[in-house]
């Protein structure tokens, strides 16, 4: 077996969380831009903005994993009831996510009422 020194280790997973910080504002900035830039808009200070991104973009991809385990239980061969119970669980958690959004989105300060 031909294992990478500890130090190349290292440094691979450095590599991988720098890609990750810059990654995960830039896709919170692409779904701001398809929601007609609300963060941007209604953001009182940069860190609000770059907070906002983040966790638009985080709570985005939870809500993307979420869903693609719950549709991967159904299928077509099963009884309307089953079907059907999958169907409220995804709204359900498709609601969880939502609200989840609109708490942070309150604490931070981006929504108000």
Not at 77 to 98: C, E, G, K, Q, V
Request: contains cysteine; charged residues 10%; positive net charge.
């Amino acid at each position: 077996m031909n294992n990478p020194p500890k130090k190349q280790k290292t440094w691979r997973s450095l590599q991988h969380a720098a890609l990750g910080i810059l990654v995960v504002p830039l896709v919170g900035l692409i779904l701001d831009a398809t929601s007609g830039f609300y963060i941007l808009r209604h953001s009182q200070s940069i860190y609000g903005i770059c907070i906002g991104l983040v966790m638009f973009a985080a709570l985005y991809l939870l809500g993307e994993v979420g869903a693609t385990w719950i549709n991967s239980k159904d299928k077509a061969s099963h009884p309307l009831y089953l079907r059907i119970s999958h169907i409220f669980l995804l709204l359900m958690y498709i609601f969880f996510i939502a609200a989840l959004v609109w708490i942070a989105f309150k604490y931070i300060g981006i929504i108000t009422i």
